[in-house]
C-alpha cells in the first residue's frame, strides 16, 4: 500500500467544503447508525487487499480502454460537444462512464495517483462541454435528435443524470474540485424546470436520480433536490407512466403499479427495484416518512425470505431481468445479475442505518462475498454480468458487455466497500464487518482508531484493537450464520448481551484494550426452503459467510453424479496456490471425495460444469 499522505490535502478539502456548504447534517436524519465513510478506513487485510490492487492495476485499466478506446463512449461526449457525428452503443451507455468515473474517484482516495486524476478531469471537461446550453447533458438525445428527449421514460435520461451526480458528488468530496457538479447542479435544474409540482408528470423508467438528488442535497444544501427526488418517488402507481409510442409502459417491469407507500412485494427489473428501495431509504431518512419505512420493511421480507438465492444474488430471470413467482429459484437459469447483489448490499446498508439490526448486514455480507464478488475474475479483468449458480461449462466472464452496467458496477463497488465495515451511533460503535484495517473516526466528541487484524473469512478470529481511551459502547455483529463464539477483552472471556445481532460490550475502554472475537466456522450444510422445488433433495456448503460450490475441474468423474451424504464427513485445508489463496472443502461420503471451491472463485480456471446445490443421497 502507498502512503496516505498524499490525499491528506484532499480530504481536508472535503472536511472543510463539507463544513461550509451544507447544513445537512447526519443528526437531521431519522438513521440510528452513521456508517464511516472508506476514506477513513484503511484496509489492510489478507482477503480483500489484492482484490484492490487489482481494482487500481487492472480494473480501471479495462474500463478505461473500454470507454476510450475498444467503445465510442467517450467519442458521444466529444461528437455531442461538437454538436456533429453519430451516436454509438446504447442510449444509456454515458453511465457506465459515470460509474466508472466514481470508481477512479474513490480508487483515488486509497492509491493517490495524479495520472489517474488527470484522466477524471479530462473526462470532466468533456462532459461539461457536452451540456446543453438550458442544463441538459445526454449524448443520445444531443446526437440523435433533441427534439425527441423527454418524450419516452424508459430511455434512462434521468438515470444517467443519476449516475454523473454520484460521481460528480465524489469526486466533489474527493479533491473539492465542483465542475462537474456543477454541471450536475444545472442537470438537476434543468429538470426540474421541466417536471414537478404543476409542470409534467414523469416516472423515472429506471430509478437512480432519487438517491442521487439526495447525495446532491447533502452537499449543497438545497431542500429542493430532496423534494424533486420525494416527489418523483410519489409519480409512481398513478398511471403517469408512458413510453409515449414505445412498446406499451409495463407498470410491473417499473415498479409502477401501487404508490411505493403501498408496496407489499418485489416484482419487476431487479436492479430498478434495488435502486427504488435505496431511493426511498435516502428520502425517508430526511422527511421522517415512516410509510416507507415500512414498504421498505415488508419488501425486505418479501426478497429476502421468498425470493433470494443463497448467494445473496436476486432477480430469476432473464427475461424481465427481474423476478417471477415467490420461491421460484432456478439454478441454470438463475439471472442475478451482477448490478442486483451491489444493489442488495446498497441497499441493506442502508436499511442497517435506520435501526442498527444485524440483519440486513446479514444479507449484505451474503451478497457482497458471493453474488457481487462473483462478478469480477481474481485477475480484475473479466466480468459477469448473469451469476447462475450452476453451469453445463457454457458460461463464462467477458472483458465487457454492450450493456456494460456491470462492469462499471464493480469498479465502482469494490474501492468503496471500506464503508460497510463500521457504523457509529450517539454512544456506540458498530463493527458489521471483519475485515483487516485501521480505522479512526469520529466516536462520541473524540477520535477513535480501531484496528482490525483478523483472517476472515478463512478463519473466524478477529482481533480489535482499541486505539484511545474512550467510553462509547463497541457493538461486534454476530454474523447470522455464527452459532457459537467466545468474546475476550485483555485476555479475560466476557458473555455480553446480544441486542440486535450485536454483542454490546459496554463502554470505558482504554488505549491497548484488545478485544478477540472468536467465532467458530465449520462446514454448514444448508437445506433451500421446502417450497423451492428447484433444490428440493439437494444441499448446499457453506462456511462463514462464503457459499461453496463443485467444479468439474477439481471433480472430473462423474460431476453429473456427484452427491453428499447424512454421513459426508468435510475437511478444510487452504491452499496458497489455488485461486488466489483459498480455503478448500473435502467432503468425503462412502467412497466418495468432493472438492469444494468458494463460488466466488468460479470459472477462473478450465472450462467446465459448475454447481451449487448438490444431490444429496437417499438414507442407506
Ligand atoms: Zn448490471
Not at 480530504?11 to 447526519?26: D, Q
Not at 431542500?223 to 407512466?241: D, I, P, S
Not at 421468498?306 to 431481468?321: A, C, F, V
Not at 477439481?554 to 485461486?579: I, K, S, Y
Request: aromatic share 12%.
Amino acid at each position: 500500500m502507498k502512503s496516505f499522505f498524499p490525499k491528506l490535502m484532499a480530504l481536508t478539502a472535503m472536511v472543510a467544503l463539507a463544513g461550509c456548504s451544507s447544513n445537512v447534517t447526519e443528526e437531521s436524519t431519522m438513521k440510528l447508525v452513521t456508517s464511516v465513510d472508506f476514506s477513513q478506513v484503511k484496509i489492510q487485510d489478507a482477503f480483500w487487499s489484492p482484490r484492490l490492487e487489482k481494482h487500481a492495476s487492472t480494473t480501471l485499466k479495462v474500463c478505461i480502454d473500454q470507454i476510450e478506446n475498444q467503445t465510442g463512449r467517450i467519442r458521444n461526449f466529444e461528437n455531442a460537444a461538437k454538436g456533429e457525428g453519430q451516436h454509438s452503443g446504447i442510449f444509456f451507455d454515458d453511465s457506465d462512464v459515470y460509474k466508472a468515473l466514481e470508481g477512479m474517484v474513490y480508487s483515488l482516495v486509497n492509491h493517490p495517483d495524479p495520472e489517474l486524476e488527470k484522466k477524471c478531469d479530462e473526462w470532466i471537461d468533456k462532459f461539461a462541454a457536452a451540456q446543453q446550453p438550458d442544463g441538459y447533458i445526454n449524448t443520445y438525445y444531443t446526437l440523435t435528435g433533441l427534439d425527441k428527449r423527454w418524450t419516452d421514460m424508459d430511455m434512462h435520461e434521468m438515470y444517467c443524470a443519476g449516475h454523473m451526480t454520484e460521481a460528480a458528488v465524489a469526486y466533489y468530496k474527493a479533491t473539492g474540485k465542483r465542475k462537474l457538479l456543477d454541471v450536475c447542479i444545472r442537470m438537476a435544474d434543468h429538470m426540474m424546470s421541466v417536471f414537478g409540482p404543476g409542470k409534467r408528470h414523469w416516472v423515472p423508467g429506471h430509478q437512480e436520480i432519487e438517491l442521487a438528488l439526495v447525495s446532491l442535497y447533502q452537499v449543497t444544501g438545497e431542500k429542493k433536490y430532496l423534494e424533486f427526488a420525494n416527489w418523483l418517488l410519489e409519480e409512481r402507481g398513478h398511471g403517469h407512466g408512458s413510453n409515449e409510442g414505445g412498446v406499451p409502459w409495463n407498470t410491473a417491469y417499473h415498479q409502477d403499479e401501487v404508490p411505493v407507500r403501498e408496496m407489499t412485494d418485489i416484482g419487476g427489473h431487479a436492479v430498478r427495484a434495488m435502486y427504488l428501495y435505496c431511493g426511498m431509504a435516502d428520502v425517508a431518512a430526511y422527511t421522517h416518512d415512516t410509510g416507507y419505512i415500512d414498504a421498505l420493511d415488508r419488501l425486505w421480507d418479501d426478497v429476502v425470505l421468498r425470493n433470494m438465492y443463497i448467494t445473496g444474488g436476486i432477480g430469476q430471470s432473464g427475461e424481465n431481468e427481474g423476478f417471477t413467482e415467490d420461491y421460484s429459484l432456478p439454478n441454470l437459469t438463475a439471472y442475478c445479475e451482477t448490478c442486483a447483489s451491489v444493489g442488495m448490499v446498497f441497499w441493506n446498508w442502508r436499511m442497517n442505518q435506520f435501526t442498527g439490526d444485524a440483519k440486513f448486514v446479514d444479507v449484505l455480507e451474503r451478497s457482497m462475498y458471493n453474488g457481487a464478488l462473483a462478478g469480477i475474475s481474481l485477475d480484475g479483468d473479466r466480468f459477469f454480468y448473469v451469476n447462475p449458480l450452476e453451469s453445463l461449462g457454457n458460461h463464462h466472464r467477458m472483458p465487457w458487455y454492450g450493456c456494460a452496467c456491470c462492469p462499471s458496477q464493480i469498479c465502482r463497488f469494490l474501492p468503496s466497500i471500506g464503508k460497510y465495515i463500521y457504523g457509529t451511533a450517539e454512544d456506540a460503535v458498530y463493527v458489521n464487518l471483519y475485515i483487516g484495517n485501521t480505522a479512526t473516526f469520529k466516536a462520541g466528541k473524540k477520535n477513535l482508531t480501531l484496528t482490525q487484524e483478523t483472517r476472515y473469512p478463512w478463519d473466524g478470529e478477529v482481533k480489535l484493537t482499541i486505539g484511545e481511551n474512550t467510553k462509547q459502547e463497541i457493538r461486534l455483529r454476530i454474523p447470522g450464520w455464527c452459532k457459537s463464539y467466545t468474546i475476550s477483552v485483555n485476555g479475560t472471556e466476557v458473555s455480553p448481551a446480544v441486542e440486535m445481532g450485536y454483542a454490546v460490550l459496554p463502554g470505558k475502554w482504554n488505549k491497548g484494550d484488545e478485544i478477540i472475537f472468536n467465532m467458530n466456522m465449520p462446514v454448514e450444510v444448508v437445506a433451500a426452503d421446502p417450497r423451492t422445488k428447484e433444490n428440493e433433495g439437494k444441499r448446499a456448503i457453506q462456511r462463514g459467510p462464503l457459499v461453496y460450490c463443485l467444479e468439474e475441474v477439481d471433480n472430473p468423474e462423474n460431476f453429473d453424479g456427484l452427491q453428499v451424504a447424512a454421513d459426508t464427513q468435510f475437511e478444510t485445508t487452504f491452499n496458497n496456490d489455488l485461486l488466489g489463496g483459498v480455503e478448500t472443502i473435502q467432503a468425503t461420503a462412502r467412497d466418495q471425495v468432493l472438492n469444494f471451491i468458494p463460488y466466488y472463485a468460479w470459472e477462473n480456471r478450465a472450462a467446465g460444469k459448475m454447481k451449487v446445490w448438490v444431490d444429496l443421497a437417499e438414507q442407506q
